[in-house]
C-alpha cells in the first residue's frame, strides 16, 4: 500500500490507514480493517458528491478510516472497489450510516488532516441510516 498510517492523524482521534490510495489499495485497506480490527460496530460512509471515503468505529470509541479510490455513479475500478467494500462490511454485519459531507471537510479528510473539532462537526451532519449503501453496490 501507499503510505503509512499517518502519525497526524492522531491529533483527531482518527487512525487513517493511509492516504491517497488508488481504488484497489483502498479496498484493500478496507478488507485489512474487518479482518484484523475487533469490535467494529459501525461503518460511516462519508460522502461528497460521488465521491466516497470509509470510516471504521469500534466498541471503544476508536475511529479507523480508509479514504481515497472510492466513488459512484460511474463503471469505473473507483465504483467497483467501493461496491465490493460495501459487500464485506455487509457481510461483516457492521451498522452502514451514511454522512453528506462539504467539499472542505471531504478534502481534509482524504489528505488526513482532520481535526477533532471538524469530526464531532461531521457526527452533528445528517446520517443517513436507510438502504442507500444498496444502490452504490448495484449502479
Given at each position: ?30 478488507q ?51 461496491s ?54 448495484l449502479?
Amino acid at each position: 500500500m501507499a503510505n503509512k498510517t499517518d502519525p497526524r492523524s492522531h491529533a483527531s482521534g482518527i487512525r487513517f490507514i493511509a492516504t491517497f490510495l488508488s481504488a484497489h489499495e483502498s479496498y484493500k485497506a478496507v478488507q485489512l480493517v474487518l479482518q484484523s480490527e475487533e469490535c467494529l460496530k459501525i461503518a460511516y460512509i462519508l460522502t461528497y458528491e460521488n465521491h466516497h471515503c470509509i470510516l471504521f468505529e469500534n466498541d471503544f470509541g476508536e475511529m479507523i478510516a480508509v479514504n481515497s479510490g472510492f466513488a459512484s455513479g460511474y463503471g469505473g475500478a473507483g465504483h467497483a472497489a467501493f461496491s465490493r467494500s460495501l459487500a464485506a462490511i455487509k457481510f461483516h454485519h457492521l451498522e452502514i450510516n451514511e454522512i453528506l459531507i462539504p467539499e472542505k471537510l471531504f478534502q481534509k479528510f482524504q489528505a488526513g488532516l482532520l481535526s477533532g473539532n471538524e469530526w464531532k462537526r461531521i457526527e452533528r451532519l445528517k446520517k443517513i441510516k436507510h438502504a442507500t449503501y444498496v444502490d452504490y453496490m448495484l449502479d
